[in-house]
């Protein structure tokens, strides 16, 4: 099975991934960040930690209401999308 794009409603606003030839594009609240396969694990947990910040809210601090699985789920969605 192939997704080419999922949209996720948030507490904040939508994520949208969206397929691309290189990877996956992500946007959330007007910004958007392409992904590509060839990331790092780490540079695509950024994209979905800010992700996470839209879907789920942000506390006081300006970090997501979200757990660390929480985040690692909107990672997995956007791996899954942009084919890794």
């Not at 609240?29 to 947990?45: I, L, N, Q, S």
């Amino acid at each position: 099975m192939f997704i080419k794009k999922i949209v996720l409603e948030g507490a904040d606003g939508d994520v949208e991934i969206s397929h691309t030839e290189r990877g996956a594009l992500v946007a959330a609240d007007g910004v958007e960040a392409e992904v590509a396969k060839t990331d790092p694990r780490e540079e695509r947990y950024g994209v979905a930690y800010n992700a996470a910040k839209v879907l789920c809210g942000t506390t006081k601090r300006g970090e997501p209401n979200a757990t660390n699985s929480m985040i690692h789920e909107v990672l997995d969605l956007i791996d899954r999308v942009a084919g890794c």
